[in-house]
C-alpha cells in the first residue's frame, strides 16, 4: 500500500494486476473546491471562450 498525503494506493494479487485508489481524509477535504471551480467554469463556458478568442498567441 502507497500512502500520499490526499490519496491512497493498495494493490493486490490479481491477475492482471490491479490498483485500488481512495482519497485519505485530507484528500476529501480538496473535493469541495475542485467541484466549486467546476461548475463556476460550466457557469462562465461561454465568458471565457470569448476571453480566449481575444488573447494573442504565444506561439513564436
Known sequence: ??????SVATSGR?????????LTELGQTFVE????LYHWAIRN?????????????TSE
Not at 14 to 20: K, M, T
Request: charged content about 30%; hydrophobic content about 35%; glycine content about 0%.
Open 1 to 6: 500500500m502507497k500512502r500520499r498525503a490526499s
Open 14 to 22: 490479481l491477475c492482471p494486476p490491479h490498483v485500488d485508489y481512495s
Open 33 to 36: 473546491p475542485v467541484e466549486l
Open 45 to 57: 463556458a461561454d465568458a471565457l471562450d470569448r476571453l480566449a478568442q481575444h488573447e494573442p498567441s
